[in-house]
């Protein structure tokens, strides 16, 4: 069974351009999860779907982040326009149901760097 | 707001030493508690968790951690390393009815010398 991808592993950008991250979680998980790790700090929340809908979007730095999950598939995460702050691993995860069962199953990261 | 503390941001240990990472936690209730390990190129992978009853939980890998409610600690242990443990290690908790929704401490560093 595949685990959690996501695509790209490392994007290099200039401050103002435009990024999406994607996400493919384990098929059939209906939970996804974006966390955002900066650079020698924790691992933050950015926001949970559940199958298409946000359920959470309460760590959300400000509005130049979206997140979208079309069909509750595969997920994006656009930081439009992207600033030197928003470098750092974008993590993904994926769990089966909301029962905490503590299960989050995550991807290797997108390492985002911000010229 | 809950909070969890990881005071050693890097530990050297020798291969086949004991291993112990300290892990601390603010929360207003009894918390879910969880370590998690990243290995280089990998994503971060569920060591074990702490949800009631028995205090000292049995993980993969041969890692164990214990929850001392007076102490607010959940601390990670192995009694012999070995070197493919090195990683980097954290420390999550989770609130009741969150959702799976996570904090997580700075994570430990781990390095293991031969």
């Known amino acids: 069974e595949a685990g959690v991808t996501q695509f790209p592993s490392h994007s290099v950008i200039e401050k103002g351009q435009t990024v999406t991250l994607r996400c493919d979680p384990i098929s059939g998980h209906d939970n996804l999860y974006w966390y955002r790790r900066v650079m020698g700090k924790e691992i933050k929340f950015l926001l949970h779907?559940?199958?298409?809908?946000?359920?959470?979007e309460s760590g959300m730095p400000n509005n130049r982040f979206l997140a979208e999950r079309t069909g509750g598939t595969y997920s994006t995460l656009k930081v439009q326009p992207a600033e030197l702050e928003d470098s750092g691993v974008y993590f993904c995860?994926?769990?089966?149901?909301?029962?905490?069962?503590?299960?989050?199953?995550f991807g290797e990261g997108s390492r985002l760097t911000v010229l | 707001a809950q909070s969890v503390t990881q005071p050693d941001i890097h530990i050297t240990v020798s291969e086949g030493a004991s291993l112990e990472l300290r892990c601390n936690y603010s929360y207003g209730a009894t918390p879910y508690l969880f370590w998690y390990v990243q290995s280089p190129g990998q994503g971060l992978q569920l060591l074990l968790k702490?949800?009631?009853?028995?205090?000292l939980v049995q993980g993969i890998k041969g890692f164990e951690a214990e929850f001392k409610r007076s102490q607010s600690s959940f601390n990670l242990r192995k009694p012999s390393v070995h070197w493919s443990d090195a990683a980097e290690y954290f420390c999550a908790v989770g609130l009741t009815g969150g959702g799976n929704k996570l904090t997580f401490g700075t994570g430990t560093q781990l390095k293991v010398e031969l």
């Open positions: 779907f559940v199958k298409e809908s946000k359920q959470d």
């Open positions: 702490y949800f009631s009853g028995d205090t």
């Open positions: 995860a994926s769990s089966q149901d909301l029962g905490y069962t503590g299960e989050l199953f």
